[in-house]
């Protein structure tokens, strides 16, 4: 297996679904060539720093419209419906 | 990660063992079922518990908080009005964030003028694993993911290699690998085949790759490539 080859089976492979005989080639590969093993510590990690990232807070403003608007609906939907809690 | 240890990415949602408990200790489906009863309660509290998230992946998707903010609302209420119809078959937040993917989708094209929702595979050729931009900047890291998560600067360096991504590999990867939907249900959220899913995801990976290690990798660990990627 040759870099360029890599690339076809890199998703697979970070993601931990490739083929098992894919999988000894490319870590054949991976032990002989170093900055092959690199980028995928790179995608690696990009993916788990996207992942690992904050979520963006509602502003306070909109959550309070959007509950609000979404109990109005829920009345006009089920308007014999158990009583609105809280 | 070796061979004999590769497994799929867990999913998220595991069930809590228990009498009748309290609504805030339900897990999605217990909720599901309540709301589906009419318990308006139970509506709420899937709806705390998943807002953040939807308006996260709709930000990051639209880049304007007063359309996130549409979307997001779009999204509760289009599942108030389906939730009867959901069977289960996908989890409750894949469920959520297929919906609040076509909230998104649909201001996308009312941007570009077009009144379709789908990132239509027939108005753009599928991408091919041919003419991927092979990794040119290659070095290690000089700290890891766990130290920089939370550095107001990083955020800010993720956030615009994610704005200089094609939005038809960034919506891909947004939900993914940043939402964890598998390749099958980012395809049917988009509106892809799986195998063009798998190369605009390659691509986006690649490109953020790129970005961020020119500014996170080490120079004095920068690897020249002695070798032909070919």
New interface residues.
């Given amino acids: 297996m040759k870099c360029a080859e890599l690339l076809a089976v890199l998703n697979e492979y970070v993601d931990g679904t490739v083929d098992p005989g894919l999988c000894a080639e490319f870590e054949k590969h991976m032990a002989g060539c170093n900055p092959c093993q690199v980028v995928v510590d790179n995608i690696r990690q990009t993916i788990t720093l996207y992942k690992e990232g904050q979520a963006y807070e509602l502003p306070v403003s909109f959550r309070e419209r959007l509950h609000a608007t979404l109990r109005e609906r829920w009345k006009q939907t089920h308007p014999h419906g158990p009583p609105a809690v809280g | ?3 004999e ?5 867990p999913k998220s949602g595991t069930r809590h063992e228990g009498m009748t408990p309290a609504i805030p200790d339900m897990t999605d489906s217990e909720l599901v079922q309540l709301a589906k009863s ?4 139970a ?2 509290a899937l ?1 705390i518990r998943h ?3 939807v ?2 992946l709709a ?1 990051r998707m639209l880049r304007q ?1 007063q359309d996130a ?1 549409d979307a ?2 779009q999204t ?2 289009s599942a ?2 389906h939730l009867a119809g959901f069977r289960g078959d996908a989890s409750f937040s894949t469920w959520l964030l297929g919906i609040a993917t076509h909230a998104a989708l649909k201001i996308i094209r009312k941007r570009q003028g077009l009144d379709v929702v789908s990132l239509d595979e027939a108005t753009e050729p599928s991408e091919t ?1 041919d003419n ?1 931009p ?2 040119e900047y ?4 000089s700290q ?3 130290e ?3 550095q107001n600067e ?2 800010g360096l ?1 956030d615009a290699a ?1 704005a200089q991504l094609d939005e038809k590999h960034r919506l891909v ?1 947004l939900l993914r ?2 939402e ?1 939907l598998s390749v099958k249900e980012t395809a049917q959220a988009l509106g892809l085949s799986e195998a063009n899913t ?1 190369v605009r ?2 691509r986006a ?2 490109q ?2 790129e970005q ?2 020119r500014s996170l ?1 080490d120079p004095q660990r920068r ?1 020249e ?6």
Avoid: N
Avoid at chain 2, 138 to 141: E, G, P, R, S
């Fill in positions: 990660m070796s061979c240890s590769a497994r799929p990415l009419g318990e308006v309660a509506f709420e709806t807002e953040q998230r308006y996260s930000l908080p903010e997001t609302q509760f209420l108030l009005e694993f991927i092979h990794p290659i070095a290690d890291w890891s993911p766990a920089l998560a939370h990083v955020r993720l994610l990867f690998d940043v964890g798998k995801l390659l990976r690649l953020l790759r961020l290690t990798g690897l490539r002695g070798h032909l990627h070919v």
